[in-house]
């Protein structure tokens, strides 16, 4: 008998994969046989994404929503549509995030920014977390399908919360910091329920929403020097950290910052 692909007939979402790490996530999930779920607040860019993977990978289906993570009835709305159409959640993964252009130090930041920044990127996990735990608890042992109890959350926080930077976004690495807290006290509080949650600590990465906000050379020279590898990292190298966190190969591994960063967090002194 062939062995089954790592996510094989798990029910997974992904939030935010319209773009950059959560399109190359939902493509690594399709990859591994998970039946999908990718929602986005712009529908466009996931609808397109779904019927993309569908096309690759015609046998691990993929749905697609509209869901505004910062409120509470999309997330439960999304949830919901996983369950009717799958009948089950094992894996969410709380993705969807932004890094406010006019986001600075603490004199400089304007309180709307530090509110749509925390809104979105801490409440928004908050909520993923709280409808897939209730979700989580129905699920019951399918053997033949390779399916248990429990499930896997993992949430996207960053290296910068961390390691200190002189370059500041106060608003955005305040939440970052807000969800490595948040998902350490949520790990240890549905332990014994077989739920695992974790945080993903991505490196500067080549998406969207690291290069538009690094458009001069000084900005991105300015970063650059610190990276150990000598590079920034590639989505897909995320999105294969968070399928060994989805998976059970990761099932003895609860309440981690696990960090995708190239070495960045051990670095004193980089290469010459
Ligand atoms: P991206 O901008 O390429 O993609 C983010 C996606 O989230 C977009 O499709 C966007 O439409 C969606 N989104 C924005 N607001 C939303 C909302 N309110 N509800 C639902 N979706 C929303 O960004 P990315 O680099 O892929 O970032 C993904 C996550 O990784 C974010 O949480 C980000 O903070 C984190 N992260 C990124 C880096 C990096 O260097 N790129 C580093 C560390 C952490």
Not at 12 to 33: D, R
Not at 113 to 131: E, L, Q, S
Not at 187 to 200: C, K, Q
Request: net charge neutral; proline share 4%; hydrophobic share 40%.
């Amino acid at each position: 008998m062939a062995a089954r692909l790592r996510l094989e007939n798990k029910v997974c979402i992904i939030t935010g994969a319209g773009s950059g790490i959560g399109l190359e996530t939902a493509l690594q999930f399709a990859s591994e046989g998970a039946r999908l779920l990718i929602s986005d607040i712009n529908p466009t860019s996931v609808e397109e994404a779904a019927i993309k993977i569908n096309k690759k990978f015609p046998t691990a289906k993929t749905i697609s929503t509209k869901c505004d993570v910062s409120k509470e009835q999309d997330i439960k709305q999304m949830v919901d549509k996983a369950v009717e159409e799958f009948g089950r959640l094992d894996v969410i993964f709380n993705n969807a995030g932004i890094m406010h252009p006019a986001d600075d130090d603490a004199i400089n930041t304007d309180e709307k920014v530090w509110d749509i920044t925390h809104n979105i990127n801490v409440k928004g996990v908050w909520y993923g977390c709280k409808y897939a735990i209730l979700a989580m608890r129905n699920n019951k042992p399918e053997p033949e399908k390779g399916l248990g109890v429990g499930g896997s959350i993992i949430n996207v926080a960053s290296f910068v919360a961390k390691l200190g930077a002189a370059t500041p976004q106060i608003a955005y690495t305040a939440s970052k910091g807000a969800v490595l807290a948040m998902t350490r006290e949520l790990a240890m509080v549905h332990a014994r329920e077989g739920i695992r949650i974790n945080s993903l600590c991505p490196g500067p990465i080549k998406t969207p929403l690291l290069m538009d906000f690094l458009k001069t050379p000084e900005k991105l020279n300015r970063r650059m020097i610190h990276n150990p590898m000598g590079r920034f990292g590639e989505a897909v190298e995320q999105a294969k950290a968070v399928v060994f966190l989805a998976s059970d190969d990761s099932s003895y591994i609860n309440g981690t910052d696990f960090l995708v960063d190239g070495g960045l967090h051990a670095c004193y002194v980089t290469p010459e």
